[in-house]
């Protein structure tokens, strides 16, 4: 036991390390163009799970596209800082990084580039409840998206349009976009978005209560995430058809397919799918007019979605960045937090390698 925490102490004192060796490679490659993707690339892939880390490359990245007046990956640059702070909750700094990178992109024609900005400032207007703006900017990325025949992008505006409709209540319109989604879906082949539209269509089918084409559209969704082994979107699908054999009557059917949504949640402790479980747990029992079984999931569906809102907010607040260290030279340096596991390491290597040596001296 004494084993295994030393060497938790050491993964931990390394993890800081390793990022910091990462970044000093990057910026050691020659090529001016391949620096900047690479820090792009590496700060994008890292805007989930190291917010702060991911800030520092794109400070880095915006840096070599000034250096080397390259305004396509200055462009790049502004947009992850965008996506980034975006994450963090920060709309208004989002907003502004989206159009810095917008108009950039803008000035060399850039179509691709356009296409995403418009897109991601489509995502903060749809947050911060603009359905108006956030349509007009998909509308916008959709055009660009045309221009150069990205079907993937096109398809993506589509569904973020669909999901826009769906949540003002036109519900027939959102139909309609996410059928057109689910052609330009098929023609590249992209069974995660074709599953997503299937799933979409479902759902608003079961609300305007025709039961059997929604359980039609949801099993085809169902049985393209079980091919590709999307395991967290099939508690959603689960979650979903089990609603429609509730408001069928069909308990039984509803009761195996929440057994199966719940064992997917459990294995991967996934509560963002247990919260609509439980809601659809008290509606399984409102159904059958057992109302203090209904209660009882109804309260836990409340409790579970306000601790995650909360824990939400936390994570939004607890997040750090030097807002204005823009255009600035960020010092690259070890956390205090890692310094304190440096320290700790240091002291059990002392002590350690006396006793190692002592323990085995003949």
């Known amino acids: 036991m004494k084993l295994n925490i030393i060497l938790i102490f050491l993964s931990f004192s390394c993890f800081g390390q ?4 990462l970044l000093f490679q990057l910026k050691s490659i020659e090529n001016d163009t391949e620096r900047v993707n690479q820090l792009y690339k590496t700060g994008f892939n890292l805007r989930n799970e190291d917010p702060e880390m991911a800030y520092q490359y794109a400070v880095i990245c915006e840096q070599e596209g000034l250096k080397s007046n390259s305004i396509i990956h200055l462009a790049k640059s502004y947009n992850l800082l965008g996506v980034i702070f975006y994450k963090k909750g920060d709309y208004t700094n989002a907003l502004k990084f989206q159009n810095k990178s917008l108009q950039l992109n803008k000035s060399i024609i850039n179509e691709f580039g356009i296409a995403i900005n ?11 409840n603009c359905p108006k703006l956030a349509e007009i900017s998909y509308l916008q990325s959709l055009q660009a998206s045309n221009k150069t025949n990205n079907t993937l992008q096109i398809t993506r505006c589509l569904i973020n349009i669909g999901t826009l409709k769906y949540n003002q209540k036109q519900l027939k319109a959102a139909v309609k976009q996410f059928e057109e989604a689910l052609n330009y879906a098929n023609i590249i082949s992209n069974h995660e978005l074709i ?3 299937y799933n979409n269509i479902g759902t608003i089918m079961r609300e305007q209560n025709q039961l059997d084409s929604a359980l039609m559209y949801l099993e085809e969704g169902l049985k393209i995430r079980q091919l590709i082994d999307d395991e967290f979107e099939l508690a959603d699908s689960y979650n979903n058809i089990a609603m429609v054999y509730i408001l069928q009557k069909n308990f039984s059917q509803a009761s195996n397919f929440i057994n199966l949504a719940s064992e997917i949640c459990e294995k991967y402790d996934y509560p963002e799918a247990l919260v609509e479980l439980y809601h659809t747990r008290s509606v399984f029992f409102e159904t059958q007019q057992n109302f203090e079984q209904a209660n009882i999931w109804l309260k836990k569906h409340y409790n579970l979605k306000d601790s995650l809102e909360k824990i939400e907010k936390e994570n939004n607040a607890g997040q750090f960045f030097i807002e204005d260290s823009i255009n600035q030279n960020p010092v690259i340096s070890i956390k205090p937090s890692q310094n304190i596991w440096l320290l700790i390491s240091f002291i059990i290597m002392l002590i350690g390698i006396p006793l190692f040596l002592i323990r085995f001296k003949r």
């Open 18 to 21: 390793v990022n910091d060796s």
């Open 118 to 128: 418009h897109a991601n400032i489509g995502n903060i207007y749809s947050d911060i």
């Open 195 to 197: 599953a997503s539209c």
